[in-house]
């Protein structure tokens, strides 16, 4: 997706406030530093070194070690009982990187290819801007998470009782936006990132000479018409004025060319919107791969295991986030539709009021989009970033105060 400048009910503001020049120096230094030293999910304890000895430099307290490497960072003025949560999460992909940069990683065959390392960054600046600011009464919560990359961080965080230990009122987070308008904030009514599901399809049938083929149950031959059919669902079961995505993205079988394989593993993901697509979408995977089996003389065992839901906005967070985006005058983008990935934030919305903003990165480039090889978190919107956050926390305390 390109989107470039921005129109519809957004309004232009001027430029948004700058960081203090030596924060600014040092938000683009600790980015590129994590950018360089990237950890996979469940591996971060690197990562959440580095933030803890930041955090301890901005003399701000923090608890660790919650639902994995998570760290959780508290800021508390004056004397208001509202308690507001900013999350970033922290964990890198398996793919090697190609950007030639001074700083690219120095993991071989793991990179920050989704932007985390800026959104620490960021979170870290938001800490620093709230820290020397003495204009908001309430309690900050900085949430460091980890293993947001398909491995369930908040789901662990939150089993790890970070609610109970850090009663927050609602929550907030971005993701940077490639191919959105540098430094422009898109604010969703309602959805912003899908729901996702794992596909695992095991197709179990009898091996044999592939000069022999009626010895044999070809699960090859079915996992073929499997695929045909599967990619039948979201086009013809699936209301067209609704969204989904059935991609089937790996298959593993056979070792020889003329032998026909006695097993074939077939794995994709799901993504919805809205949950009476996903009961539609599994209700047909289960027919087709009955219906396979029969056809075929095979065993079709499919295995969906489901994320943990959509990313929505609820409707006062996302008003708190637009105001906080017009306040560090940031052009503000209403018109986007939202994107079938997936955002494991989702699952802090099952538990708190909240809102997650999208902020752009720039241009989209080839290779540069999130996930690929070549893609780098543009330091540039490192301001409108950390302003973003600390304001939207103050904005939603202030809520709090005049509800009081």
């Not at 499919?302 to 306040?327: H, L, S, Y």
């Not at 990935?341 to 099952?350: K, P, R, S, W």
């Amino acid at each position: 997706m390109r989107i470039s400048g921005y129109t519809g009910d957004s309004r232009h503001h001027s430029k948004v406030p700058a960081l203090p020049p030596e924060l600014h120096k040092k938000l683009t230094a600790w980015r590129r530093h994590l950018h360089a030293h990237p950890e996979l999910s469940l591996q971060e304890k690197g990562t959440a070194a580095f933030v803890q000895e930041r955090l301890a430099e901005l003399g701000i307290p923090f608890e660790t070690n919650i639902g994995g490497h998570g760290v959780v960072a508290t800021l508390t003025r004056g004397t208001a009982a509202g308690r507001v949560g900013l999350r970033a999460d922290m964990d890198a992909l398996p793919i090697t990187e190609d950007t030639g940069l001074s700083y690219a990683s120095t993991t071989p065959g793991v990179m920050h290819a989704c932007g985390h390392d800026g959104h620490t960054a960021s979170l870290l600046g938001a800490a620093a801007l709230l820290a020397a600011d003495t204009d908001w009464s309430g309690t900050v919560d900085f949430i460091f998470q980890p293993a947001e990359e398909g491995f369930g961080g908040s789901r662990a965080m939150v089993a790890a009782g970070l609610f109970e230990r850090f009663p927050v009122d609602r929550v907030f987070g971005f993701h940077n936006w490639p191919g959105l308008e540098a430094g422009t904030i898109a604010v969703h009514d309602g959805a912003v990132m899908a729901s996702g599901g794992r596909i695992t399809i095991t197709i179990e049938g009898h091996a044999g000479h592939a000069g022999m083929p009626h010895l044999t149950r070809d699960p090859v031959m079915a996992a073929g018409h499997l695929i045909v059919a599967m990619q039948s669902i979201v086009s013809r079961s699936v209301d067209p004025l609704d969204t989904a995505v059935l991609s089937l993205s790996a298959i593993e079988g056979g070792t020889a060319a003329n032998q026909i394989a006695g097993k074939v593993v077939i794995r994709g993901t799901l993504r919805h919107h809205r949950n009476h697509v996903k009961d539609i979408i599994l209700a047909r995977i289960g027919e087709i791969c009955a219906g396979i089996a029969t056809s075929f003389d095979v065993k079709v065992t499919p295995d969906i295991v489901m994320g943990v839901g959509v990313t929505a906005n609820t409707p006062d967070e996302a008003g708190f986030a637009r105001i906080a985006a017009e306040k560090v005058r940031a052009p503000v983008r209403r018109d986007l539709a939202p994107s079938m990935a997936g955002e494991d934030f989702a699952f802090y919305l099952q538990q708190r009021p909240g809102a997650f903003v999208w902020i752009g990165n720039g241009p989209l480039r080839d290779g540069a989009e999130l996930h690929g090889p070549r893609y780098d978190f543009n330091d540039a919107i490192l301001p409108v970033a950390s302003h973003w956050m600390a304001e939207v926390a103050k904005t939603a305390l202030s809520a709090n105060e005049d509800v009081a």
